[in-house]
């Protein structure tokens, strides 16, 4: 009965050590893949696809085996479609070319990992054109802002090191760009999945 007693410490002792090691402030990077659409009321509506790089950082802490945390991140990158214009010798081009995150999370932890879910607020760079390819083109950029929600999972990979993978949904709403003097609507919704490495301080 002792040794079992003593089994059942040391791994209830491990499990909260490694749970606290998850613990702290942590700063890195992460490479995404993303799609999604933008709708256009002109209409001209198309697949957006690409990729972004980014720094992210931010504080988790752990409670009763239980991750909250908060997190803040921004990208850079490409993420672009394009269709046929309404009027056909045009072609109509979507691109997001930043994203910026702030969100919380929360989830259990078991041992050196913790599944969590997440979601906040979002902003994203997106640029628009016109374009006939010979003698006319004009494009117009703008912030726009949304939510974006997921799942990910984080988890030490040594001591000072975190891993982090994610998948997150954003809807950015309908911002005005204005091209050839024209107003349009647009709306861009977007998937990202990334994976990020993290230095935490302590």
């Not at 949904?169 to 349009?184: I, W």
């Amino acid at each position: 009965m002792k040794r079992i007693a003593l089994l059942v410490v040391l791994l209830f002792g491990t499990t909260l050590l490694n749970a606290q090691g998850l613990s702290g402030p942590y700063v890195g990077g992460y490479l995404a893949a993303a799609s999604g659409e933008a709708n256009w009321d002109a209409p001209a509506n198309h697949s957006i696809s690409g990729g972004l790089i980014g720094v992210q950082g931010g504080y988790n802490w752990v409670r009763q085996r239980a991750l909250l945390g908060v997190q803040a991140d921004f990208g850079v990158g490409s993420v672009e479609g394009s269709s046929r214009c309404p009027n056909p010798t045009f072609e109509c081009k979507t691109e997001l070319f930043s994203l910026f995150t702030l969100r919380g999370r929360v989830g259990p932890v078991f041992g050196n990992v913790a599944p969590y879910v997440t979601g906040g607020i979002a902003s994203a760079g997106v640029r628009t054109s016109v374009d006939n390819h010979a003698n006319s083109k004009d494009d117009d950029s703008a912030a726009h802002a949304g939510w974006i929600a997921g799942l990910g999972i984080t988890g030490l990979a040594s001591r000072r090191i975190l891993w982090q993978a994610e998948y997150l949904h954003a809807d950015f709403g309908k911002e005005e760009h204005v091209m050839q003097g024209l107003p349009t609507q647009v709306k861009v919704k977007l998937d990202v999945f990334r994976v990020g490495v993290h230095y935490k301080f302590f």
